[in-house]
């Protein structure tokens, strides 16, 4: 099993330029995460998706838009990519264990916006 | 805003040395989850507490979870240079169908060899 896989690793973008980050997991997750981790900032969840045809808001959404394509897919789409997006991107993916979700990383997304 | 804020914000230890990492919350939890991220990685699950645990052990890694004081600590004995990561400590709240886990800032420690 691959896990979760992100794609491109690496990106730079000129301001006002879109892009579309994509990530598939082979686990048969229900759940699936986009965070943004800054440095000193953590990790900050932008959107996520409890299940198949659902999409949520986290803390960060603006500037953002995801599609849950199916149930190994999600991506997240920068319309108009600004400096401020200029982070480093993870998918994570979990299933429900006993009431808890444990989380499965992707190696994330290198983006820097320029 | 932040769930979890961990301390020391950075730990430096010697190889075989124990380090310890603590974590404080601000909400009611299900549970509290560790995990771990080598330099330019994911992030890799260690180990989960849940509320109505007071500690928990896997190898060389030992958890406890106070929820009176909302805090939780990581204990990884003999450490090893390979153990220089970032440690993260995440909660996941109680009630309902709450999918998400909240971050802290981590803490960075470095293992001397």
């Known amino acids: 099993n691959a896990g979760v896989t992100q794609t491109p690793k690496f990106q730079v973008l000129k301001t006002g330029q879109s892009m579309t980050l994509q990530c598939a997991q082979d686990?048969?997750?229900?759940?699936m995460y986009w965070y943004r981790q800054d440095p000193g900032m953590g990790l900050r969840l932008i959107y996520y998706s409890a299940s198949e045809g659902t999409t949520d808001k986290g803390e960060v959404p603006n500037g953002y838009n995801v599609s849950r394509l199916n149930k190994r897919e999600f991506s997240l789409r920068l319309e108009s990519a600004a400096p401020s997006q200029t982070s480093v991107y993870f998918c994570?993916?979990?299933?429900?264990?006993?009431?808890?979700?444990?989380?499965?990383f992707g190696p994330g997304t290198r983006l820097t916006v320029t | 805003s932040q769930q979890g804020e961990e301390d020391p914000q950075a730990l430096s230890i010697q190889e075989g040395e124990n380090a310890t990492m603590n974590c404080s919350y601000k909400t009611s939890i299900n549970n509290l989850q560790w995990y771990r991220q080598n330099s330019g990685r994911g992030l890799v699950h260690l180990i989960l507490?849940?509320?109505?645990?007071r500690e928990k052990h896997s190898g060389r890694l030992r958890v406890t979870l106070d929820t009176s004081k909302k805090s939780s600590s990581l204990l990884i004995t003999a450490s090893r240079a390979a153990d220089t990561a970032s440690y993260f400590c995440?909660?996941?709240?109680?009630?309902?169908?709450?999918?998400?886990?909240?971050f802290g800032k981590g803490t960075l420690l470095t293992v001397n060899p």
């Open positions: 995440a909660t996941q709240g109680s009630g309902g169908s709450n999918y998400k886990l909240t």
């Open positions: 507490i849940r509320s109505n645990e």
């Open positions: 686990m048969n997750h229900n759940s």
């Open positions: 994570a993916s979990s299933a429900r264990q006993g009431g808890s979700y444990e989380q499965y």
